[in-house]
Nanobody, 116 residues
Framework: QVQLVESGGDLVQPGGSLRLSCVAS???????MGWYRQAPGKQRELVAT???????IYAGSVKGRFTIFRDNAKNTVVLQMNSLKPEDTAVYYC???????????WGQGTQVTVSS
């Protein structure tokens, strides 16, 4: 069993920054770790992911503003979010794709609110 624990969500003003962290625990081999988000009334969408080989994928709406980091030794993924906009408001979920079966695991979510 894989457990993902997120932290770092908060209320921030437009133009501000936040740093989200996620730590994975359990016995496993992680293929990718990353972040998704879900705004009220919308589907969950990819924000950013990184493979073990450091290949990254970013949503177009966050490119140049968000950066994803991984520490494979610590099973940690961090999302640095700069120049935040009100449309970034959402619940952010940590995701890990694990094992030979590429099973998906999700964190409980952390709220990010961008508002003045």
């Amino acid at each position: 069993q894989v457990q993902l624990v997120e932290s770092g969500g908060d209320l921030v003003q437009p133009g501000g920054s936040l740093r989200l962290s996620c730590v994975a625990s359990g016995r496993f081999s992680i293929y990718t770790m990353g972040w998704y988000r879900q705004a009220p009334g919308k589907q969950r969408e990819l924000v950013a992911t990184m493979t073990n080989g450091r290949t990254t994928i970013y949503a177009g709406s966050v490119k140049g503003r968000f950066t994803i980091f991984r520490d494979n030794a610590k099973n940690t993924v961090v999302l640095q979010m700069n120049s935040l906009k009100p449309e970034d408001t959402a619940v952010y979920y940590c995701n890990a794709v694990v094992g030979a079966t590429r099973s998906n695991y999700w964190g409980q979510g952390t709220q990010v609110t961008v508002s003045s």
